[in-house]
């Protein structure tokens, strides 16, 4: 703010001197445009934003109220037992737990992969681009096409139980998606082949933003290619980091595509997810207020998580960016 | 900022009202014309594929071309999607005319929206011939639909797998089914397939065990009271967890569908890799889709459900259903009637035999047109019974009848019991 057009205008009108120039520019717009750039700006994007997730929020709320097959009238109020029922039924806390264990074991499992890969990509290496290309493939796959390749190669006596057999692992074959005890890990392998691509794409676009002088500069100082990236890469890669976790642990919340046309999230509700729960109730049971209130616990749950975690972990990464424009 | 805030106000509240706006209009799903005597019916099926699609095309054609003042458009929905769209198109203001029905209660739960025409009224003759079959598809004694085929649920099996595991005939008990399990796996083949993964076949071992351990009287007491709480339903469960002990079905069973794909149930029974399934009328049609040539048909043979030593129900009690259709009450009538007696013709409902293999004709008059000899024994049976029990999970409310499937499904998967089957059906059933 202290350019040669700042200067220049404090010079021409030296009783305004005091004030910042561009806040005093910005309070001299006629309103009547502000008001007109706000409804152009704003209004498709809030109308759509109105009709397509705060309303049906709201009839999903009301629906829950009442016990509701999606025929006739809503008629039968039952206050909040609907979300007690959801709330104590061990088959929607299993659901839950599913959707934290794939969470954690994405936390735990794709991040590192995506770092390791990302900085791997990262390096001048031959076949590049290639590479990058071929990582980031399976999430270009739509998730019903990458469900329905992969129910064909965990098929019993499949192309991946012939492939185990063939490099001397056939121990190891297991029923990939019949064992109840086994098949979220199966699903969850899944997930990881389709998203890893992800995850490598957007921290190999937060690798690209670190200006390589830095290194250069660590390296002149004699630090090893491990604590360069254990002190300055990573690091300076955690505004990107947080990005990924945060995408990461809302798209565990709503985990369904996948699991639906695997699994149906069985066996005996052994996949399972909040989402396939809602679904199920909802569309297959027609309990068109169960799966109402089930659905509006789910956005509960998604809504509180992604407020504290916007609150405590991305405040530091979005405060310049986000909240300097209104104040 | 206030000020800021206050325009952001202005605009949101703007964008709230005009989308409540928006939903106060009325969309358009189909529906009837009516000009000069000339109707055009909307007919919503779930035949989205060769050869029913073309049959009810045809049919629908030749209808025309015989009632020149009515004419159809017909609209082919996907089955998995059909039960979410005709739920939308009945509780909106302009549902189809015809639309696909499988009785029982999901149509009752479908009658909730007053949508649901009654076709007594306006003809019974035509419905009066299709005896108890029609009798079975009213609520409270309203016509909101009728078959236009039925369904038989046994083992379909294949002669000569059976023939190379040492079985010379099907059994007809429950400890033969056993024994001839025992034959089958040890001369290394999976003794029955079951499409575990849709969960619905799971059910019909249950509802098999429970027509067989209770009376008529109490099926049809226990489906009008939507409830479970008879203690022969407690023993059907027990019965189905002293069969699941025999470990009848191949691995991996539980992730096996019933109809997709060669490693589906019908798939495996068809490819010889496994002898037999518990299935409906319809599995041949199916099953010749997934098998690599015709020849199977030739080695495929059907026996009914065994009876179950000191079970007190009749077991000649046979578990099925049917296809249909309804008329909505927006429907131009007698047009829509009209149109559904015409399906039951014996000329249509030949077609829909020979052409189309839907099964079991609604009308007996079609039954020479039944090509396989199983099917023939089918019929047999049919006439032999005292009742057929609509598979539970149709004759029950659609919430009850998916939650007594997830129940089985659980125990097929190790993790349910037979209480737990019991305590399901009375919990959904409490929440209606």
């Avoid at chain 2, 249950?206 to 023993?235: G, I, M, Q």
């Avoid at chain 2, 052409?355 to 023939?376: F, I, K």
Wanted: glycine fraction near 10%; charged fraction near 15%.
């Amino acid at each position: 703010m202290t350019g040669p057009q700042g200067a220049t205008a404090a010079q021409a009108r030296p009783a305004a001197a005091v004030a910042p120039p561009a806040p005093r520019t910005r309070r001299r717009r006629r309103p009547g445009r502000q008001l007109a750039e706000l409804v152009v700006l704003l209004g498709p994007a809030l109308l759509l934003f109105a009709g397509f997730v705060l309303l049906p929020i709201c009839i999903a709320a009301y629906y829950g109220l009442f016990n509701w097959s999606g025929y006739g009238s809503l008629s039968d109020f039952t206050g909040l037992h609907n979300y007690r029922l959801v709330i104590d039924d061990p088959v929607f806390r299993e659901s839950l737990l599913h959707n934290v264990i794939i969470g954690v074991l994405s936390l735990v499992i794709q991040l590192p992969i995506s770092i390791a890969v990302a900085l791997l990509l990262n390096r001048k290496l031959r076949g590049g681009s290639f590479l990058r290309t071929a990582v980031f493939a399976p999430y270009v796959v739509s998730q019903a096409t990458t469900a329905v390749l992969w129910l064909l190669l965990l098929e019993p006596g499949g192309s991946v139980d012939q492939l185990m057999k063939a490099v001397g692992l056939g121990g190891l074959v297991q029923q990939w998606l019949a064992n109840p005890t086994i098949v979220l890990y199966t699903m969850f392998a899944v997930l990881t082949w389709q998203f890893i691509g992800f995850g490598v794409i957007l921290l190999l676009a937060g690798l690209q933003g670190i200006p390589p002088e830095l290194r250069d500069a660590a390296g002149i100082d004699g630090a090893s290619a491990w604590q360069t990236t254990r002190r300055i890469v990573l690091p300076l890669l955690s505004p990107t980091i947080r990005i990924w976790i945060f995408l990461s642990m809302i798209g565990s919340l709503q985990v369904f595509d996948l699991v639906w046309i695997m699994t149906l999230g069985g066996p005996a509700d052994a996949s399972s997810t909040m989402v396939t729960y809602m679904i199920f109730f909802g569309f297959h049971s027609l309990e068109f207020g169960y799966g109402s209130a089930a659905a509006v616990i789910l956005f509960i749950i998604s809504f509180v998580f992604a407020f504290l975690y916007q609150r405590f972990a991305l405040r530091r990464d979005t405060a310049g960016a986000l909240t300097r424009a209104v104040r | 900022m206030r000020r800021i805030r206050k325009y952001v106000a202005v605009t949101a509240a703007a964008a709230a009202a005009l989308t409540l706006a928006a939903c106060g209009g009325s969309g358009s799903s189909g529906g009837s014309s009516a000009a000069g005597g000339k109707v055009t019916l909307t007919w919503w099926s779930n035949a989205n594929a060769n050869p029913l699609l073309g049959v009810f095309q045809g049919l629908a054609k030749s209808y025309h071309a015989s009632h020149p003042n009515v004419s159809f458009t017909y609209v082919p929905i996907q089955n998995e999607q059909y039960d979410t769209k005709i739920q939308v198109a009945l509780q909106g203001s302009n549902p189809p005319d015809i639309f696909f029905q499988r009785g029982g209660g999901f149509m009752a739960t479908q009658a909730k929206s007053g949508k649901l025409e009654n076709l007594k009224p306006l003809d019974s003759k035509w419905i009066g011939e299709l005896g108890s079959l029609a009798a079975s598809w009213q609520v409270n004694g309203a016509q909101y639909g009728v078959p236009y085929d039925q369904h038989t649920v046994g083992f379909w099996y294949r002669k000569d797998v059976f023939a190379r595991a040492g079985i010379a005939s099907p059994p007809s008990t429950m400890p033969e089914l056993e024994a001839d399990i025992t034959k089958l796996k040890a001369a290394g083949i999976a003794p029955i397939a079951v499409g575990s993964k849709d969960q619905w076949p799971d059910a019909f071992y249950w509802d098999y065990f429970a027509v067989r351990e209770c009376s008529v009287a109490t099926l049809k007491a226990s489906v009008k009271a939507v409830s479970a709480s008879n203690p022969c339903f407690l023993k059907a469960g027990n019965d189905l967890k002293a069969f699941m002990a025999a470990k009848p079905f191949p691995s991996a069973f539980l992730n096996t569908p019933a109809q997709v794909g060669a490693g589906s149930s019908a798939g495996l029974v068809a490819d010889g890799k496994a002898a037999m399934e518990l299935q409906g009328d319809w599995d041949p049609s199916v099953m010749e889709a997934l098998a690599p040539s015709k020849k199977f048909l030739s080695d495929i043979g059907w026996f009914p459900f065994p009876s179950v030593p000191g079970a007190p129900g009749n077991s000649q009690v046979l578990l099925g259903g049917g296809d249909g259709n309804s008329c909505s009450t927006s429907a131009p009538e007698p047009a829509c009637a009209n149109f559904l007696a015409y399906l039951e013709s014996a000329t249509a409902q030949k077609m829909l035999v020979s052409t189309a293999n839907v099964g079991l004709p609604a009308n007996p008059a079609a039954s020479g047109a039944l090509t396989l000899p199983a099917e023939q024994q089918i019929l047999q049976a049919g006439q032999h019974t005292p009742y057929i029990q609509q598979y539970f999970d149709l004759a029950y409310p659609t919430n009850v009848g998916t939650a007594l499937d997830a129940a089985v499904a659980d125990m097929f998967a190790g993790k349910g019991t037979p209480q737990a089957i019991v305590t399901a059906i009375d919990q959904a059933a409490a929440r209606q």
